[in-house]
Protein backbone atom coordinates (compact mmCIF):
# COMPACT_ATOMS: atom_id res chain seq x y z
CA UNK A 1 0.00 0.00 0.00
CA UNK A 2 1.19 3.34 -0.89
CA UNK A 3 0.75 6.70 0.95
CA UNK A 4 2.38 9.87 0.02
CA UNK A 5 4.89 8.27 -2.27
CA UNK A 6 5.53 5.81 0.05
CA UNK A 7 5.55 2.49 0.43
CA UNK A 8 4.01 1.68 4.08
CA UNK A 9 3.61 -1.38 6.13
CA UNK A 10 5.81 -3.34 2.87
CA UNK A 11 9.04 -5.17 3.66
CA UNK A 12 11.77 -3.88 1.56
CA UNK A 13 12.22 -6.42 -0.39
CA UNK A 14 8.77 -6.21 -1.85
CA UNK A 15 9.39 -2.88 -3.10
CA UNK A 16 10.32 -2.05 -6.86
CA UNK A 17 13.82 -1.49 -7.24
CA UNK A 18 13.21 2.02 -9.15
CA UNK A 19 10.96 3.20 -6.97
CA UNK A 20 13.28 2.25 -3.65
CA UNK A 21 15.59 5.36 -4.10
CA UNK A 22 13.40 7.90 -5.57
CA UNK A 23 15.15 11.63 -4.99
CA UNK A 24 12.85 14.15 -3.22
CA UNK A 25 14.30 16.89 -3.91
CA UNK A 26 12.39 16.10 -7.52
CA UNK A 27 9.41 15.83 -6.47
CA UNK A 28 10.03 18.74 -4.53
CA UNK A 29 10.68 20.64 -7.33
CA UNK A 30 7.82 19.57 -9.49
CA UNK A 31 5.06 20.57 -6.29
CA UNK A 32 7.18 24.01 -6.81
CA UNK A 33 6.80 24.38 -10.43
CA UNK A 34 2.84 23.91 -10.13
CA UNK A 35 2.67 26.19 -7.26
CA UNK A 36 4.62 29.10 -9.48
CA UNK A 37 2.27 28.61 -12.43
CA UNK A 38 -0.71 28.46 -10.05
CA UNK A 39 0.34 32.27 -8.59
CA UNK A 40 1.35 33.26 -12.09
CA UNK A 41 -1.63 32.40 -13.62
CA UNK A 42 -3.79 33.56 -10.53
CA UNK A 43 -1.27 37.18 -11.11
CA UNK A 44 -2.35 37.16 -14.74
CA UNK A 45 -6.53 36.75 -13.96
CA UNK A 46 -5.98 39.33 -11.24
CA UNK A 47 -4.44 41.63 -14.01
CA UNK A 48 -6.84 41.51 -16.65
CA UNK A 49 -10.01 42.21 -14.02
CA UNK A 50 -8.05 45.22 -12.96
CA UNK A 51 -7.41 46.03 -16.65
CA UNK A 52 -11.16 45.26 -17.86
CA UNK A 53 -12.29 47.26 -14.78
CA UNK A 54 -10.44 50.13 -15.45
CA UNK A 55 -11.45 50.30 -19.02
CA UNK A 56 -15.09 49.73 -18.15
CA UNK A 57 -14.55 52.96 -15.92
CA UNK A 58 -12.97 55.13 -18.43
CA UNK A 59 -15.69 54.10 -21.03
CA UNK A 60 -18.63 55.36 -17.90
CA UNK A 61 -16.99 58.13 -17.20
CA UNK A 62 -16.87 59.71 -20.67
CA UNK A 63 -20.47 58.66 -20.89
CA UNK A 64 -21.35 60.11 -18.26
CA UNK A 65 -19.53 63.20 -19.18
CA UNK A 66 -20.61 63.44 -22.61
CA UNK A 67 -24.34 63.31 -20.93
CA UNK A 68 -23.45 66.29 -18.82
CA UNK A 69 -22.29 68.29 -21.57
CA UNK A 70 -25.56 67.53 -23.55
CA UNK A 71 -27.50 68.76 -21.06
CA UNK A 72 -25.97 71.38 -20.08
CA UNK A 73 -26.00 72.70 -23.82
CA UNK A 74 -29.44 72.08 -24.10
CA UNK A 75 -30.08 74.68 -21.06
CA UNK A 76 -27.63 76.99 -22.45
CA UNK A 77 -29.57 76.86 -25.60
CA UNK A 78 -32.97 77.30 -24.04
CA UNK A 79 -31.55 80.22 -21.82
CA UNK A 80 -29.90 81.80 -25.18
CA UNK A 81 -33.17 81.49 -26.89
CA UNK A 82 -34.71 83.20 -23.86
CA UNK A 83 -32.58 86.10 -23.90
CA UNK A 84 -32.54 86.12 -27.72
CA UNK A 85 -36.16 86.82 -27.39
CA UNK A 86 -36.66 88.79 -24.11
CA UNK A 87 -33.40 91.09 -24.13
CA UNK A 88 -32.13 90.57 -28.05
CA UNK A 89 -34.35 92.97 -29.61
CA UNK A 90 -32.52 96.12 -28.38
CA UNK A 91 -29.43 94.75 -29.96
CA UNK A 92 -31.42 93.98 -33.36
CA UNK A 93 -33.73 97.46 -34.00
CA UNK A 94 -31.19 99.25 -32.19
CA UNK A 95 -29.63 100.05 -36.04
CA UNK A 96 -33.11 101.34 -36.93
CA UNK A 97 -32.63 104.24 -34.89
CA UNK A 98 -32.42 107.45 -37.38
CA UNK A 99 -32.74 107.98 -40.78
CA UNK A 100 -33.22 105.27 -43.11
CA UNK A 101 -34.19 104.27 -46.69
CA UNK A 102 -37.85 102.50 -46.91
CA UNK A 103 -36.29 98.85 -48.12
CA UNK A 104 -33.79 98.33 -44.82
CA UNK A 105 -37.00 99.25 -43.31
CA UNK A 106 -39.12 96.79 -44.06
CA UNK A 107 -36.47 94.45 -43.32
CA UNK A 108 -36.51 95.61 -39.77
CA UNK A 109 -40.64 95.14 -39.95
CA UNK A 110 -39.87 91.36 -41.05
CA UNK A 111 -37.99 90.99 -37.61
CA UNK A 112 -40.80 92.69 -35.71
CA UNK A 113 -43.54 90.65 -36.82
CA UNK A 114 -41.01 87.69 -36.54
CA UNK A 115 -40.10 88.90 -32.70
CA UNK A 116 -44.26 89.28 -31.94
CA UNK A 117 -45.23 85.80 -33.25
CA UNK A 118 -42.83 84.21 -31.37
CA UNK A 119 -43.84 85.82 -27.89
CA UNK A 120 -41.24 87.83 -27.31
CA UNK A 121 -40.28 89.72 -23.48
CA UNK A 122 -42.60 92.88 -25.27
CA UNK A 123 -44.56 93.19 -27.88
CA UNK A 124 -43.16 95.78 -30.48
CA UNK A 125 -45.98 98.26 -31.62
CA UNK A 126 -45.40 100.15 -35.34
CA UNK A 127 -46.88 103.70 -35.38
CA UNK A 128 -47.04 105.39 -39.15
CA UNK A 129 -49.03 108.13 -40.32
CA UNK A 130 -51.95 107.29 -37.89
CA UNK A 131 -52.04 103.44 -37.90
CA UNK A 132 -50.78 101.86 -35.11
CA UNK A 133 -49.89 97.90 -35.65
CA UNK A 134 -48.80 95.20 -33.14
CA UNK A 135 -50.59 92.15 -35.40
CA UNK A 136 -48.80 90.87 -38.20
CA UNK A 137 -51.51 91.72 -40.89
CA UNK A 138 -51.35 95.50 -39.76
CA UNK A 139 -47.76 95.34 -39.87
CA UNK A 140 -47.36 94.16 -43.20
CA UNK A 141 -49.87 96.47 -44.42
CA UNK A 142 -47.54 99.26 -43.24
CA UNK A 143 -44.54 97.61 -44.86
CA UNK A 144 -46.64 98.09 -48.10
CA UNK A 145 -46.89 101.61 -47.60
CA UNK A 146 -43.32 102.01 -47.68
CA UNK A 147 -41.53 103.21 -50.66
CA UNK A 148 -38.22 101.57 -51.20
CA UNK A 149 -35.86 104.75 -51.78
CA UNK A 150 -37.79 106.95 -49.94
CA UNK A 151 -36.19 108.11 -46.48
CA UNK A 152 -37.70 107.57 -43.33
CA UNK A 153 -37.09 109.05 -40.35
CA UNK A 154 -37.51 106.15 -37.44
CA UNK A 155 -37.57 106.34 -33.38
CA UNK A 156 -37.34 103.55 -30.48
CA UNK A 157 -39.43 103.70 -27.58
CA UNK A 158 -37.91 101.32 -24.63
CA UNK A 159 -39.85 99.67 -22.15
CA UNK A 160 -38.21 99.88 -18.64
CA UNK A 161 -35.63 96.53 -19.16
CA UNK A 162 -34.27 98.62 -22.47
CA UNK A 163 -36.43 96.48 -25.00
CA UNK A 164 -37.65 98.53 -28.04
CA UNK A 165 -41.67 97.92 -27.46
CA UNK A 166 -42.56 100.60 -29.86
CA UNK A 167 -41.18 101.78 -33.49
CA UNK A 168 -42.38 105.32 -35.11
CA UNK A 169 -41.69 105.99 -38.53
CA UNK A 170 -42.51 109.32 -40.25
CA UNK A 171 -42.33 110.93 -43.86
CA UNK A 172 -39.33 113.59 -44.35
Not at 18 to 29: C, H, N, Q, T
Not at 74 to 81: F, G, H, T, Y
Not at 92 to 105: A, K, V
Request: some cysteine; aromatic content about 12%; overall charge negative.
Amino acid sequence: MKKNGEYIGVDDEFIPEDEKYVDESIIGDRKASNEKIKKVAKRIGIGYIIFFIIIFAIVMGIIIFTLFNFINMSNNREKLSTITLNKGNMFTFNHLQGTNYGNIIKEYLDDVVTNNKAGGYTTITVVYNDKLASEEETIVEIKHLLEDWTKYECSLDYASSNVVNKITIKDI
